[in-house]
């Protein structure tokens, strides 16, 4: 089960990408300075909902509306795989960032901070498929919720230590960690695709 948490843990801190959304806090913070803190613990705790929800009720909302595991399951991983592509090549932080500015409310905790910068379809889609790689039963559903609030528990800890964080790593260094977990999310992508095709007996 400490394997399985681990997976899970890595799985979605690759698709949720603390550092990633760094910069886009401070910019979707300007000027709020003495309520950063709250904004931060807002943001979090409503993608801790959402992610748990999916997490519970995914697999039950799949079979509701005919969609099998293993379609799930490639799609899912080509999803992913896209995400990765754009973390490779710098295209997901212009996509949050272009986000951020069309949405930036005068509170963000909510949209877009929560959703979809934090719990988005990615995210959505990794609870989804990681509580189904174990059947989907009660123990795995919780180890994979205790593995996501503990991602949203590290991305709070960064928003909180925001502008020092990026003032050590730079632009550069944040680029130099996007793109090497890029490079793991679109080898835990193909995982996904292999395993639905072998659950449709294609492999």
Known sequence: MIDFYIAAFIT???????????????????GHAVTRRGIALRACLIAVFILATFGIIGET????????????????????????????????????EAQ????????????PLATPLIAGPGAMAAMILLVSEMSGDIGSTFI???????????????????????????????KVITRLMGMLLAALSVQFVVDGLKGLGVL
């Open 144 to 174: 994979v919720i205790a593995a996501m609030i503990s991602v949203v528990a590290v991305t709070f800890l960064l928003f909180l230590t925001s502008g020092p964080v990026e003032r050590l790593l730079g632009p550069v260094g944040i």
């Open 100 to 111: 951020a500015e069309d949405d930036n409310h005068d509170d963000p905790s909510v949209f």
């Open 61 to 96: 909302l799949l079979e509701f509306i005919g969609i099998g595991l293993p379609a799930f399951r490639i799609s899912g991983g080509l999803l992913l795989f896209l995400m990765a592509v754009e973390m490779l090549f710098n295209k997901r932080a212009q996509r949050r």
């Open 12 to 30: 979605l801190f690759l698709v949720i990408d603390p550092p990633g959304l760094l910069p886009l806090f401070i910019s979707l913070t300007q």
